[in-house]
């Protein structure tokens, strides 16, 4: 500890002034000098990061330079503008995993913008309360035994409506194009001349397992992740067990993740111990993540189904299976339904409002990304 304090004076007489609006950093990181953590903190090192703080506005100018770099020869803003598209335009957005401030920015844009909405069952109300007032909304969505509408009917409402020169909007929970069927809608519109622009968002399984503080990947106990869907089509007549190649899947150095799988648990622990997955492998299941009203479940992968049961967990559910779920920790799930219970709703104008004034918003165009 004297050496450490005696490296954190030292630091602070060979200190270098930075710019005012920068020194309480400074004087915060000096302060915390010495306070736990692993070891000393190299004189050098520290006082070369001090040295080397700066403004956001220095920051955002460096990334321009970063990775922003014009191609030789070409003009910049020729060659970085996108060619508008006359074609009409179907936008596939993805909302996240439920949670209103796993938005991402363009999602939120759009939802203002939009004329035409068309939503799913598994976008929560928070998140639909974002969408402009002026949107006329159509509920299309999907669970089990119970489809509103069949999938080739929203294929030709999403061709009608865009064909009006309309803004149409498709929300989807969690990203589009994971089990969201999101390929499907853009294959087929594209066939009908319709620029399809997808939106990514987090998906279920990334934004869930990091509010658990659960990692789908860690060195010490998974070198692999494998997202599933435990629902087949409705003309897969086949067997869950004969559905999945098991030895691949009943690998312990890899997290599995089951989307939809909340009717097939049974038969999918069988699938996997039977293929030779330790029965006590750590394994969760999730409803509603990210919400106020999410339930955690966690169990051995043989015990897993019975303890679902019990609780009598109901869809959306997700399942994540692997030695990383020994991370868990419950008092994470607490927290996450108590911030979500107590958050304070998004307002949508002061968000963008607030990109446009700092000069970073783009709409319909985008700069080409060049690697280093």
């Not at 067997?239 to 691949?248: L, M």
């Not at 869809?315 to 927290?335: E, K, W």
């Amino acid at each position: 500890m004297f050496l450490q304090l005696l490296l954190c004076l030292g630091s602070s007489v060979s200190f270098r002034p930075v710019p005012h609006h920068r020194r309480a950093v400074a004087r915060a990181i000096m302060r915390g000098c010495g306070r736990g953590g692993s070891g000393p903190i190299a004189l050098g090192s520290l006082d070369d990061a001090l040295k080397a703080l700066h403004s956001k506005s220095q920051a955002r100018a460096d990334q321009e330079a970063r990775l922003r770099k014009s191609v030789e020869g070409a003009d910049e803003t020729e060659a970085d503008a996108v060619a508008p598209s006359c074609a009409p335009t179907v936008y596939l957005v993805g909302v996240g995993p439920g949670d209103v401030e796993l938005l991402t920015v363009k999602a939120l844009r759009l939802m203002q913008e939009a004329d035409l909405v068309l939503y799913d069952r598994l976008i929560t109300p928070e998140i639909l309360a974002l969408v402009g007032a002026q949107a006329a909304m159509l509920y299309v969505g999907k669970e089990a035994g119970l489809h509103t509408r069949p999938q080739d009917e929203i294929h030709e409402l999403l061709l009608s409506f865009a064909t009006t020169g309309k803004t149409v909007v498709r929300l989807k929970g969690g990203d589009p194009t994971v089990f969201g069927r999101g390929g499907e809608e853009m294959e087929y519109l594209e066939r009908q001349g319709v620029d399809v622009r997808v939106v990514p968002g987090i998906t279920a399984a990334s934004g869930i397992a990091a509010a658990l503080g659960v990692p789908l990947t860690h060195r010490d106990h998974a070198d692999s992740v494998r997202f599933i869907t435990g629902h087949a089509r409705s003309e897969n007549t086949a067997p869950v067990g004969e559905r999945y190649a098991w030895e691949q899947l009943a690998d312990p150095k890899m997290t599995l993740v089951i989307y939809m799988g909340l009717s097939t648990l049974p038969e999918l622990a069988k699938g996997l111990t039977d293929a030779g997955l330790p029965g006590t492998t750590p394994s969760l299941a999730v409803q509603d993540g990210t919400t106020a009203t999410q339930r955690v479940v966690c169990a051995t992968l043989e015990t897993l189904a019975d303890a679902v049961q019990s609780a009598q967990l109901r869809s959306p559910t997700l399942i994540v299976i692997g030695q990383v779920v020994s991370l868990y920790d419950p008092a994470r799930a607490n927290a996450v339904v108590a911030a979500a219970a107590s958050a304070p709703a998004v307002n949508a104008d002061a968000v963008l409002g607030m990109l446009r004034s700092a000069g970073g918003w783009r709409v319909e165009s985008q700069r080409r990304l060049t690697a280093d």
